[in-house]
């Protein structure tokens, strides 16, 4: 089993916030294993109707990958 990290940001964040973190976790472990994940429909300037259905499905997604 390989070394995994999903970041997932907080809801009315955005994945840039752990960008710092995401860069310096990729300079520690193997390519591909660091994963910044953002949330749907929060690159937009307002933060998004809370859909458990759909951020429940982008983290599975995220771990599958």
């Known amino acids: 089993m390989s070394l ?3 970041l997932v940001h907080g809801y009315t ?3 840039q916030d752990l960008q710092p973190l995401a860069n ?3 300079s ?3 390519d591909g294993s660091v994963i910044n994940l953002a949330l749907p429909g929060h ?3 307002t ?3 809370f859909t458990e ?3 429940i499905e982008a983290i599975q997604s ?3 990958f």
């Open 62 to 64: 995220s771990i599958d």
């Open 24 to 26: 310096e976790l990729i």
């Open 47 to 49: 933060p998004p109707q």
């Open 28 to 30: 520690i472990v193997e």
């Open 53 to 55: 259905e759909e951020f």
């Open 13 to 15: 964040g955005s994945n």
């Open 4 to 6: 995994g990290i999903i």
């Open 43 to 45: 690159n937009s300037e």
